[in-house]
């Protein structure tokens, strides 16, 4: 059954610009907001303040204004108390075919204040009685795109297509929780849901048709997650590491360079805990910039080669994996380890060197980048792998280091990006979380200050400072690759300028456009001492350690995302010195810019900052999500809103598949059902749009 009023045009619209194939598609295709529209205000009362409004008038003319790409079509509206102005951008010649003059209109739309009169842009106009065929009174609003707008597919038009799908509907939909669930929960039933999301009855049935949709959204992302968790525990077990001996112990005694914080020591406790139960362990270890995480990783391999197995390290860029082959080898210096380095650039021969060795187990620590997930690389006995900044990482890539070994390594995944609870217990669900958070002892937290481009001139004397008692400074610039080619201008001026102001010191420049080698060289001088300060883009962000570097210079800050400050502020602090972060900005920032940075300047932590960059900017953005292996898009649930339900729903899918690991009870057959629809995008098979 088609649907009346939807062609094929329209229906390719919807296909192409909001993946809405079929009548389901289209109701669950959820208002993003709602408005009251049972108010119809007059002209007189419009004032600045208000985001929509309904007027009752009549067009008494229309005017085509401007030239060429500048032209458009303005009306009059008025009514019994004054007029405003309409105008439209598109459509020209249509518009006054659709909307006569003289005939009175209902009219939807946001005011503006345009010189000293008000306007309408795009306004919604449907004559009274046809108005009143539609719900009036609280109203969902559709999110559309330009091409839906072109096509006649506003918010009102979706709203009229579901108002037809649903009058079709005749008998209750389906539903998708198992009476159990409904039972346990007191959610409404789910035809209720669906038709008081569009079309609220009450403020009340709204808001339980919002908790219902969102419910069973989280409820369906946990159960999957949770799933794939228990049929490994089940299927695949774990390696047994039972025993603490020499490696760990002696380590501890004579190279442990300081005393393990409390926060440290618990979380090598976790990771001993969870070695040593006979599954294989997957944890997620989350800690700031230099809070010791290396060293944490460190303890765990120890475990590792203490029980007869090898380890290794996966890093995501040949920087940081060399970072992490000269501070492991420095760490067990004396205690008889071989530990090997394996990128993309290690020679040929060196390889066939490395190689055999790592076969046969003489190689015990292995670190590299993804060069390690090859097939050329085999392992004696690999024990434990440790993934760094895990979010670089496919899932794919990840499962390969699985391989080998015939019996699964443990797995420890480690990040410097702080991640909201809600996010990690989505795109991480899988994994167990333990948390750094606490700093080594005499780390000093980084002093950050907001300073407006147009003072840079007092900036340069008190860097001057730093250099003069011998400091290190980064100065990073954006690069952006839809402005690609005007960033690295901005780079190479800022580079010769930088020379300009300090001829005395050494300067170097890096970015990613750079070649591997040459980028390197540049990173080593700076590194070494050789130069003083460093003029970079974000390649800085994720694997230089420069103890002596004290100060961070961030142009264009208000370019930049939270977590990317972040990161790039913990690139300073690493050594006993007071550290500075400088945010250099313009004077006109917007609102969300501002909140950026004064977040920015009040509070190193960074979960803090990772919950305040997860409301800003909404999960969608949150780097990892789409290699998390989430298998379905949320499309009414907010993670940074709805952490509460997310925990019930979560709560819930672990007590249901604690006692039916694979849902092979009766009562979770819907369950199941739901869940091999949603993992395999298959549809109900209801009748198509067009």
Known sequence: ??????????????????????????????????????KIFKVREINGNMPYIQLKGKISGYQAVGEGSGRRLTATFSDDTGSIELVWFRMLKQIPEMYKVGTEYILFGKPTLFGHRFNIAHPELETENKFYEGEVGVQGQYNTTERMKNAFLHSRALQKIITKILENIKTPLPETLSKDIIDKTHVIPLDEAIRNIHFPKS????????????????????????????????RLGGLLFTKVGDYFNNFYKYNL??????????????????????????????????????????????????????????????????????????????????????????????RETILPKVRSGEIQILIGTHALIEDTVEFGNLGLIIVDEQHRFGVAQRAKLWKKNTVPPHVLVMTATPIPRTLAMTVYGDLDVSVIDELPPGRKPVKTYHVYSEKRRNLYESVRKQLQEGRQVYIVYPLIEESEKMDLKNLTEGFETTKQIYPEYNVCMVHGKMKPAEKEAEMQKFVSGETQIMVATTVIEVGVNVPNASVMIIENAERFGLSQLHQLRGRVGRGAD?????????????????????????????????????????????????????????????LSQDGQILSQARDLARDILEADPLLEKFQNGLLKQQLDKLNTGHKMGWFMIS
């Not at 062609?7 to 408005?35: C, T």
């Not at 979960?607 to 900017?617: C, M, N, P, T, Y």
């Open 203 to 234: 403020a009340d049935l709204l808001r339980k048709a919002q908790y219902r949709l969102k419910f069973e959204e989280l409820f369906y992302l946990q159960l999957n997650i949770l799933r794939v968790t228990k049929y490994r525990e089940k």
């Open 578 to 638: 007071q550290s500075l972060c400088i945010l250099l900005t313009r004077y006109e920032l917007s609102e969300n810019t501002r909140k950026r940075i004064a977040i920015m300047t009040e509070t190193n932590d960074g979960f803090v900052i990772a919950e305040e960059d997860l409301k800003l900017r909404g999960p969608g953005d949150i780097d990892g999500t789409q290699q998390s292996g989430v298998a379905f898009n949320l499309k009414i649930a907010n």
């Open 1 to 38: 059954m088609y649907l009346p009023g939807v062609g094929p045009k329209k229906a390719e619209v919807l296909r192409k610009e909001i993946n809405v194939v079929s009548w389901e598609d289209m109701i669950y295709y959820f208002p993003y907001k709602y408005i009251d529209r049972s």
């Open 257 to 350: 360079p300081f005393e393990l914080t409390n926060a440290q020591k618990r979380v090598v406790r976790e990771i001993r805990q969870d070695t040593n139960t006979g599954k294989q362990m997957n944890r997620l270890l989350q800690g700031d910039v230099g809070s010791g995480k290396t060293l944490v990783a460190l303890l765990s391999i120890l475990l590792s080669l203490d029980n007869g197995f090898q380890g290794a390290i996966m890093a995501p860029t040949e920087i940081l994996a060399t970072q992490h082959y000269e501070t492991i080898r420095e760490l067990t210096a004396g205690l008889g380890i071989e530990v090997a380095l394996l990128t993309g650039s290690t020679k040929k021969k060196v």
